[in-house]
């Protein structure tokens, strides 16, 4: 059974940081890009970054491109976003998702 949950999320002043992960079990990661969604609330979900399969190439959506950044480790079966220069509107529900499989997700909630 593969199972995503993220973790690192939180109440953050705006200009601020966070860093989230997302560990992975029951599915071969490796085999799989892995992207970052969030959804605030009234709001569809939005896609945030994602990264290939073996980490040579990262993809990030227009608002949030030069602020976070998408990492994996295949080794432990993780996947990062470090979430920098944060915005009041960045805040939402983050989550990650591994091909058709979706984490429970983390609140982030950045302050003005």
């Known amino acids: 059974q593969v199972q995503l949950v993220e973790s690192g999320g939180g109440l953050v002043q705006a200009g601020g940081s966070l860093r989230l992960s997302c560990a992975v079990s029951?599915?071969?990661?490796?085999?799989?890009?892995m992207a970052w969604f969030r959804q605030a609330p009234g709001k569809e979900r939005e896609f945030v970054a994602a990264i290939s399969r073996r980490g040579g190439t990262t993809y990030s959506g227009d608002s949030v491109m030069g602020r976070f950044t998408v990492n994996r480790d295949n080794a432990k079966n993780t996947v990062s976003l470090q979430m920098n220069s944060l915005k009041p509107e960045d805040t939402a529900v983050y989550y990650c998702?591994?091909?058709?499989?979706w984490g429970q997700g983390t609140q982030v909630t950045v302050s003005s």
């Open positions: 029951g599915g071969t990661f490796s085999s799989y890009a």
């Open positions: 998702k591994m091909n058709v499989y």
